[in-house]
């Protein structure tokens, strides 16, 4: 498969800056990209309440996903942050160590997840995608995550997608727009904090990048994918950068 770059928008709950989200959503569907949006099945996060709740949001991004606008992943399941844990190579790399399921025994992460999910499928956005609050989760959310039959998780440092214990690990390594010449980046955007010149550069990575694909088409091509040295070279030129910083 060819470079490619792949959008992700987190955070997507019902008191969200809706007018931010509104305004990139057209954006991208301006230039015919679908992110894959971050929704937190029961959110119980005040830090991501940032405006009135918008009536008929479950509806709204229900006629989305099915007009092909956007792909859904499961973003946690309260997004409340119950231990401070971080795992992966994230702790390395100076993350918040706070975790919504990091640390939390087996069959408790298995209650959440499997609550989280049957939530999203009652709105009709069933989904095999999973997305950690602040990047934390360990051996025990990977197996309750295949015991509920997901089928990716997007995350983790690394250039190329890997199958891992029936999983399929797609790396999300940027925070903002870039052009992939290797592998498949994933950008993350919080919209709620959004600003004019973040729109400006996604406008402008959008109209010249003819390779921004997604999510589930990353899926279909990685599906066999299996771990490759490049991830392990990638590590070490992304701590290299942020110790530059
Ligand atoms: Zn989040």
């Not at 009652?122 to 934390?136: C, E, I, K, Q, R």
């Not at 899926?219 to 530059?244: E, P």
Request: charged share 25%; hydrophobic share 35%; proline share 4%.
């Amino acid at each position: 498969m060819k470079a490619c770059s792949v959008y992700r928008i987190d955070d997507v709950v019902p008191e969200m800056n809706w007018d931010n989200f509104e305004k990139f959503i057209n954006l991208f569907g301006k230039y015919n990209v679908v992110p894959l949006l971050g929704v937190v099945p029961d959110n119980q996060d005040q830090k991501l309440k940032v405006a009135k709740k918008k009536e008929f949001f479950w509806e709204i991004i229900k006629k989305m996903r099915d007009e092909g606008r956007v792909e859904i992943a499961q973003h946690g399941y309260q997004h409340k942050y119950r231990t401070k844990e971080i795992g992966g190579f994230y702790k390395f790399c100076g993350f918040k160590p706070q975790s919504e399921f990091y640390g939390i025994p087996y069959k408790k992460q298995f209650s959440m997840i499997q609550k989280g999910k049957e939530i999203l499928r009652n709105y009709g956005l069933d989904t095999d995608v999973w997305m950690a609050p602040g990047h934390s989760f360990d051996k025990n959310t990977l197996s309750a995550l295949k015991a509920l039959k997901f089928r990716a998780v997007t995350d983790g440092i690394g250039v190329y997608p890997t199958m891992k214990d029936g999983l399929l690990h797609v790396p999300q390594q940027v925070w903002g727009p870039v052009k992939s010449v290797i592998g498949v980046k994933t950008i993350c955007l919080h919209l709620n904090s959004a600003d004019d010149k973040m729109f400006k550069s996604i406008e402008e990575h959008l109209k010249t990048d003819s390779n921004i694909v997604p999510f589930s088409e990353v899926l279909d091509q990685y599906s066999t994918s299996q771990y490759n040295v490049m991830n392990f070279l990638y590590k070490g030129v992304f701590i290299l950068n942020l110790l530059r910083k």
